[in-house]
């Protein structure tokens, strides 16, 4: 890794920088924060996340081998340079542990490559820190009736995330611009459009 000690990144950053990698320009090299607190979506999701905690605490998946689960558990790795809040770490009937999200949104016939990456992340904190095997990670769409999906973990996954994690770490130490997003679209609603040239 390139990064000092002190530098760590959240899972919901990698989501940013897969949207464009300015977004992880301007909020760690020109700390320019994108003031997400005032989005619809985003305080629905911390709503839902806080009600999840609430209720059903003791509630394991019959969809899932789960013997046991830990509710928002804040892990970090220094290793990775990462951190990042797991909404459910799952034990599995195989003595496998694994990352349960919930994603406030609609399941579009298909797992968006960032919440795949995300979960992908999570494993990733999860493995580091209870030093034991990932091979799966879920995420429940809300939106879709809580309708869970599940995702299989191998080797060249894990080495994906790393090096994305690379990629952002690389950015914010040595400063430098990266290019914009492919995909034009994603700058109509963007909250940097108005400083992006």
């Known amino acids: ?14 989501i940013e920088y897969l949207f464009c990698p300015r977004f992880i320009f301007f909020m760690h090299c020109l700390c320019i924060p994108q003031h997400e607190e005032n989005r619809y979506k985003v305080l629905l999701g911390r709503e839902l996340h806080e009600k999840r905690v609430r209720i059903n605490r003791d509630y394991l998946r019959r969809k899932i081998p789960c ?63 209870y030093q034991c095997e990932v091979r799966k990670g879920y995420i429940c769409y809300v939106r879709s009736n809580y309708l869970l999906k599940e995702l299989s ?35 109509i609603d963007c909250c940097y459009k108005n400083i992006c040239v």
């Open 153 to 187: 973990f191998g080797d060249e996954d894990f080495r994906e995330a790393q090096g994305i994690l690379e990629d952002v770490l690389r950015i914010i130490q040595q400063g430098y611009y990266p290019k914009k997003t492919k995909f034009p679209v994603r700058c």
């Open 67 to 129: 013997v046991k689960k830990e509710i928002l558990v804040y892990l970090f790795s220094a290793r990775y340079h990462l951190k990042g809040e797991v909404d459910e770490v799952l034990y599995l009937a195989d003595n496998t542990l694994a990352p349960l999200d919930y994603k406030f949104a609609e399941y579009k016939e298909t797992i968006y490559r960032t919440h795949r990456i995300q979960s992908i992340l999570y494993g990733l904190l999860i493995k580091d820190s």
């Open 1 to 14: 890794m390139v990064a000092s000690d002190s530098v760590y990144i959240t899972p919901s950053e990698i």
